[in-house]
């Protein structure tokens, strides 16, 4: 079955980076990125096919990067010019699809990311 373990949360000084990996054991296609904040819903944050196609919310764009490397099973967010605004929980998905969807997307344990102003 597929299992997804997260890593590299943390606190990190407004304008500074962080880079969250995931790596995926089990078939997968679709993998991307949620974050939930305090007091809100979890929201998309970007995805990658397997194919290296990526698609991101409009309040990331230009800031953040997810990239995948196959051969280790492993997909990457790299978080730059990070604001306060970030600060949620981050979690990894991934579909068996060509595309994530929340209903039946893989979960990762999620790892919090706090962005300090």
């Known amino acids: 079955q597929v299992q997804l373990v997260e890593s590299g949360g943390g606190l990190v000084q407004a304008g500074g980076s962080l880079r969250l990996s995931c790596e995926v054991s089990?078939?997968?296609?679709?993998m991307g990125w949620y974050r939930q904040a305090l007091g809100e819903r979890r929201v998309f944050v970007g995805s990658i096919t397997s194919g290296g196609r990526t698609a991101y919310a409009d309040f990331v764009k230009g800031r953040f990067a997810i990239s995948r490397d196959n051969a280790k099973n492993t997909m990457y967010l790299q978080m730059n010019s990070l604001k306060p605004e970030d600060t949620a929980v981050y979690y990894c998905?991934?579909?068996?699809?060509?595309?994530?969807?929340?209903?039946?997307?893989?979960w990762g344990q999620g790892t919090q990311v706090t962005v300090s102003s």
């Open positions: 089990g078939g997968i296609n679709a």
């Open positions: 998905a991934a579909n068996r699809a060509s595309f994530l969807r929340s209903s039946d997307n893989f």
